[in-house]
């Protein structure tokens, strides 16, 4: 039974060395100490029960020892990595298949209740109630059905003599799996700070509607109507048309942003399948109103593996998303190898989808 509890603890230590990995490059922004530290922290707790505070300095290898920090500022460091964790967790989520883990490893705080017992950290797992046992001991294994791991175990060819079961597709839920974008468009990152609070996010969107669908169309229509043109006036037009040509994608995305909390991406320097979230990040302590939530964009490609050509042929992260319609636009996901019946639901914040049929061409049906 020890061996197996001991088994259930490295697979959530190696699951959250891999969410670290995915968020390192916005999170640690190039800190390559900072993210060595927390690697450290991570794998103590791998081979320990608890990461004391005591023992935070140790885990910091990169620093030298008259520049160290003190214990309060690595506490600060561990516990901005756990928040950090908790609110990327619809994002990271979907990476519990690939470590046969069924709820989310959590980096969480004891803290010490005076009499020189200092505070430390252990994992638990999410919902966990109070009283119970770390996480090493509590989860299991996903209970759903495997599928090949490599493409080898496929069968490729088929004949009369040995002709393979026939494969049906997974009832369930499919995971989509998010990798980060290194360089997110521009007018994301200009955007980001002003979709933090509800208020920002009213404001902005407001200024926005009125600077793209009052003033410059006003501007543009004056000069166009103006009975003699010359070149500064002919200048004018040119740059304002110009101008609101150039912002209607990031306009119109951000707009979406604002109402719908997701966008799909399409610029020739983005990758396929290519999306921006507006996740939520802080939630008030004695308000949990949706309106009150604070928020954040991420921009990340988005895939998943179509259950019935996985099967069959060994096909990896085949299912990308999809828009359909203009004004009202849906985003699902569509299997490259057979986009019309292969069609899948996307929850931008479970990160699952389900089984779509086609019943006639041209239109979605659940």
């Not at 951000?254 to 507006?278: E, M, Q």
């Not at 949990?288 to 990896?316: H, I, K, M, W």
């Given at each position: 039974?020890?061996?197996?509890?001991?088994?259930?603890?490295?697979?959530?230590?190696?699951?959250?060395?891999?969410?670290?990995?995915?968020?390192?490059?916005?999170?640690?922004?190039?800190?390559?100490?900072?993210?060595?530290?927390?690697?450290?922290?991570?794998?103590?707790?791998?081979?320990?029960?608890?990461?004391?505070?005591?023992?935070?300095?140790?885990?910091?290898?990169?620093?030298?020892?008259?520049?160290?920090?003190?214990?309060?500022?690595?506490?600060?460091?561990?516990?901005?990595?756990?928040?950090?964790?908790?609110?990327?967790?619809?994002?990271?989520?979907?990476?519990?298949?690939?470590?046969?883990?069924?709820?989310?490893?959590?980096?969480?705080?004891?803290?010490?209740?005076?009499?020189?017992?200092?505070?430390?950290?252990?994992?638990?797992?999410?919902?966990?109630?109070?009283?119970?046992?770390?996480?090493?001991?509590?989860?299991?294994?996903?209970?759903?059905?495997?599928?090949?791991?490599?493409?080898?175990?496929?069968?490729?060819?088929?004949?009369?003599?040995?002709?393979?079961?026939?494969?049906?597709?997974?009832?369930?839920?499919?995971?989509?799996?998010?990798?980060?974008?290194?360089?997110?468009?521009?007018?994301?990152?200009?955007?980001?700070?002003?979709?933090?609070?509800?208020?920002?996010?009213?404001?902005?969107?407001?200024?926005?509607?009125?600077?793209?669908?009052?003033?410059?169309?006003?501007?543009?229509?004056?000069?166009?109507?103006?009975?003699?043109?010359?070149?500064?006036?002919?200048?004018?037009?040119?740059?304002?048309?110009?101008?609101?040509?150039?912002?209607?994608?990031?306009?119109?995305?951000?707009?979406?942003?604002?109402?719908?909390?997701?966008?799909?991406?399409?610029?020739?320097?983005?990758?396929?399948?290519?999306?921006?979230?507006?996740?939520?990040?802080?939630?008030?302590?004695?308000?949990?109103?949706?309106?009150?939530?604070?928020?954040?964009?991420?921009?990340?490609?988005?895939?998943?593996?179509?259950?019935?050509?996985?099967?069959?042929?060994?096909?990896?992260?085949?299912?990308?998303?999809?828009?359909?319609?203009?004004?009202?636009?849906?985003?699902?996901g569509a299997c490259t190898n057979n986009p019309m019946m292969h069609r899948f639901t996307f929850d931008k914040d479970l990160m699952t989808g389900l089984?779509?049929?086609?019943?006639?061409?041209?239109?979605?049906?659940?």
């Amino acid at each position: 039974m020890q061996d197996e509890n001991e088994d259930v603890k490295s697979r959530q230590v190696r699951y959250l060395c891999r969410c670290l990995e995915a968020i390192e490059k916005e999170f640690c922004k190039g800190n390559e100490p900072l993210a060595a530290f927390y690697r450290e922290c991570l794998s103590y707790l791998g081979s320990h029960d608890k990461l004391q505070s005591g023992d935070l300095a140790a885990c910091d290898k990169h620093t030298h020892e008259d520049k160290k920090l003190t214990t309060k500022a690595y506490r600060a460091r561990l516990e901005k990595l756990s928040q950090e964790l908790q609110s990327k967790g619809s994002r990271l989520r979907p990476l519990l298949r690939d470590f046969n883990l069924t709820r989310q490893p959590i980096l969480s705080c004891v803290v010490g209740q005076g009499n020189g017992n200092q505070s430390y950290y252990q994992l638990t797992v999410e919902n966990e109630g109070e009283g119970t046992q770390s996480g090493a001991q509590q989860d299991n294994t996903l209970p759903l059905a495997t599928y090949p791991d490599t493409a080898a175990e496929v069968p490729t060819q088929h004949n009369e003599k040995s002709k393979p079961e026939a494969p049906t597709m997974d009832p369930g839920l499919i995971y989509y799996r998010t990798n980060e974008i290194s360089r997110a468009p521009w007018y994301l990152r200009v955007a980001d700070p002003l979709f933090r609070t509800q208020l920002n996010r009213m404001r902005f969107a407001a200024s926005l509607m009125a600077m793209y669908f009052l003033v410059l169309p006003g501007l543009i229509v004056y000069l166009f109507l103006l009975k003699q043109h010359t070149n500064m006036t002919l200048f004018l037009f040119a740059g304002f048309l110009a101008l609101y040509l150039f912002t209607y994608a990031p306009s119109t995305n951000l707009l979406r942003l604002f109402t719908r909390k997701i966008v799909l991406l399409d610029a020739i320097r983005l990758p396929v399948s290519s999306i921006c979230i507006s996740e939520i990040t802080k939630i008030p302590a004695e308000d949990d109103r949706p309106a009150n939530v604070e928020r954040s964009l991420s921009v990340v490609t988005v895939a998943a593996d179509c259950p019935v050509c996985f099967q069959l042929y060994g096909v990896r992260d085949s299912v990308l998303l999809e828009q359909k319609g203009l004004l009202n636009s849906w985003i699902y996901g569509a299997c490259t190898n057979n986009p019309m019946m292969h069609r899948f639901t996307f929850d931008k914040d479970l990160m699952t989808g389900l089984p779509i049929s086609p019943k006639a061409p041209g239109h979605l049906h659940l």
